[in-house]
C-alpha cells in the first residue's frame, strides 16, 4: 500500500492508503475525500477532481496528455504549475508520504 495526504482547501488533511495503479481519484471516491467530485467518474470529461501535487513530483507522474490539458483550463479554480485531473494520475510508489491538495471548488 502507497501511504499519502490529501488537504483540503481548509488545511486539514485526509491521510489514505492506496493500491498501486488506483487512479488518485478513485483513491478519494473510495476514501470519502470531499473535494472530489468526480462527476464524470473518472472518464477525463469533466475537470471536477482537479488537484495539486509538488511541482517536483510532476516528472515522476503519469505523464498528462493533450486533452486532460485541454480540460484543466475549464476547471473551476485557476489552474496553477502543479494542477491536474485526479483521474489521470495513477498511484505509484513516488506519492508515498506525499500531499495532494484540493482547491477550493470544483
Given at each position: 500500500m502507497i501511504r499519502f495526504v490529501f488537504v483540503q482547501p481548509d488545511g486539514s488533511e485526509v491521510p489514505v492508503s492506496?493500491?498501486?495503479g488506483d487512479s488518485i481519484m478513485?483513491?478519494?471516491?473510495?476514501?470519502?475525500?470531499?473535494?472530489?467530485r468526480a462527476d464524470c467518474n473518472g472518464s477525463a470529461a469533466c475537470a471536477t477532481c482537479h488537484?495539486?501535487?509538488?511541482?517536483?513530483?510532476?516528472c515522476e507522474l503519469t505523464p498528462m496528455h493533450e486533452h486532460e490539458n485541454d480540460l484543466l483550463?475549464?476547471?473551476?479554480?485557476?489552474?496553477?504549475?502543479g494542477s491536474r485531473l485526479s483521474c489521470q494520475v495513477i498511484v505509484s510508489r513516488c506519492l508515498e508520504g506525499q500531499k495532494v491538495k484540493l482547491p477550493d471548488t470544483q
Open positions: 492506496a493500491t498501486e478513485k483513491v478519494a471516491v473510495d476514501n470519502g475525500v470531499d473535494g472530489i488537484a495539486f501535487f509538488a511541482q517536483e513530483l510532476l483550463d475549464f476547471a473551476a479554480t485557476d489552474r496553477q504549475p
